[in-house]
Structure formats: C-alpha cells, structure tokens
C-alpha cells in the first residue's frame, strides 16, 4: 500500500481508499534487545530507536501509546476526570450514573443517524457511539491510545502552556489473547478491554467536524470494566502484558512538536452540545 504524508490527508475531498493511516507497522532491522541507561525521547533518532526496541521485543503483542504532557498526568479516563472534578469525594455509583446519563444524552440530542453508514458490521453501536462521542468532548471511560509512537509524542508536545514541564509517553503492551473478546458495549466490560475502532468514511467530507482528531488517533482505545473505575491506571498495569514509561525532557518539546506536526482540527461544531451535557452530569 502506497503511504501518504499526513498534511495531504487533509486536503478535501481526499478519497480514503487504499491509504495507510499513522499506525505503527515497523520491522527490526537490528536486534534491539535494551535501550541505554536513562533513555530519553529528545530526536527523531530516539523516536527510531525505540521504534526499533518495541518492534523487536514485542512483535506478538499489541503495542499501544499513550502521550501525556507532563509526567504528574495518570492514566484516567475523561469521565472520572470530570466527575472527580464536580465532586470533592465521588462513588462507582456517581461515575456509572454520570456516564449513562452523558451517553444518551449524547445519542439523543448530537449523534447523527446518517453515521451509522460509516460503522463497520462488526462493530458494537453503543461502543461506535460512545468513540466518537469520546473525540467531540464527551466524558466516557474510553481511554485514548495510538499505535503510532510519532503520534503519542506529537499529542504529548504539541501544548506550549506545558512546554516548561517534562512529558512522557507510555507504552502498553497488551497479550492478543486476553482482549480478543472485547470489542462490545463498553456497559458489559468484565475486564480490560481494548478495540480499535477506526472511523470508515469515503472521504474527509464524511466525518463529523471534530473527528480529525481521531482520525489521526486511528480510533485505538481501552478501558476497564465499572468496579475498577476508579483504579483505572492500577488495573491497567495489572493487566498489560508490558507497560513502560519514558520521558520527554521540556527542552525537546518545542522541536518534537515542529517535526512531527499533525494537522488536527482544533474546533469542534458540537461543543455547545457537549457543554451543555457536561453541566447536565455534574
């Protein structure tokens, strides 16, 4: 398949057939078995080497990123941010009720019928839904990841309001076996589930403003089942078959940024919509 530059995915109408999306697929071209003492992302080199690392070590797994702009960051889900953030001491109970409630709130009154021609057969509804409302502002328990560690690092830099704190990028490494049965209604996790739902459309034309983003993302996420909601980032560790964190020092932020750029809509035609819904589930 013939892989295009990113900056030309934008250009509308841009058919999407037969294009490669900014997914990691690399083969090891050496035998990169350990990365060097207090290893750090700073260049594209580094980028290159641990590239080289992961598709060496962990050729079996799914090897997912998450990029987070300042070290103090935990894993954790938009939901239990929000909720946490409305409540001084919240409960399972308060974050499911404010989740189901933000959900059909979204379904009801922002989801589009004519989207629907854009899911997959294979995919579940409530999860296609809850995706793309994850990527217009809605709070869920869907935890954003890529498989592209470029990505990762560009969504880790590209904020100058943290361009003075050190960043990190998380590597999860998650046995094939363990989430082959996952891909459903994020209401019926038993465990740690993960699903990779990419948004299908003819073109750009089709997505709904807002879904640049995920596009770029390729619509990679994971989440935990309701009783282990609040112990996301634990339960996560538990459960990967790997994960591993390395550091992004601030000096090499504004440079990582410039060279990895993506262009990602910064607007969203929906956020009075979402607004309005988050004040509805405090």
């Not at 933000?102 to 839904?129: I, P, Q, R």
């Not at 740690?192 to 948004?199: D, K, N, T």
Request: net charge negative; glycine share 4%.
């Amino acid at each position: 398949m013939e892989r295009c530059n990113d900056k030309d995915l934008f250009i509308e109408p841009h058919p999407l057939e037969g294009t490669v999306l900014d997914i990691d697929t690399p083969c090891s071209q050496k035998a990169i078995t350990s990365l060097p003492d207090n290893f750090q992302i700073r260049t594209k080199s580094d980028i290159k080497i641990l590239q080289e690392y992961v598709a060496f070590n962990y050729t079996k797994g799914i090897s997912l990123y998450r990029g987070h702009e300042s070290r103090d960051y935990k894993i954790e889900s938009t939901i239990i941010r929000h909720v946490k953030g409305t409540k001084k001491e919240c409960s399972i109970e308060d974050i499911l009720e404010a989740e189901k409630k933000g959900y059909k709130m979204f379904c009801s009154d922002v989801f589009e019928a004519e989207w629907l021609h854009n899911k997959s057969n294979k995919s579940d509804y409530t999860l296609f839904a809850m995706s793309i409302g994850r990527h217009l502002g809605l709070p869920c328990r869907l935890i954003d990841v890529t498989a592209s560690l470029e990505t990762a690092i560009w969504f880790a830099v590209m904020n100058p309001q943290f361009y003075n704190e050190d960043a990190e990028v998380v590597l999860i490494v998650l046995d094939k076996n363990d989430v082959l049965d996952t891909n459903q209604s994020p209401f019926k996790a038993t465990k740690l589930s993960y699903a990779h739902e990419p948004f299908i459309a003819d073109s750009l034309n089709e997505l709904p403003l807002g879904e640049q983003r995920r596009f770029v993302q390729c619509g990679h996420f994971i989440w935990v089942n309701d009783k282990s909601l609040l112990n996301e980032e634990q339960v996560i560790s538990d459960s990967a078959f790997h994960i591993e964190r390395f550091t992004i020092p601030w000096y090499a932020k504004l440079s990582l940024d410039i060279e990895l750029f993506r262009d990602v809509y910064s607007g969203c035609a929906y956020q009075s919509d979402i607004a309005r819904i988050k004040r509805h589930i405090k």
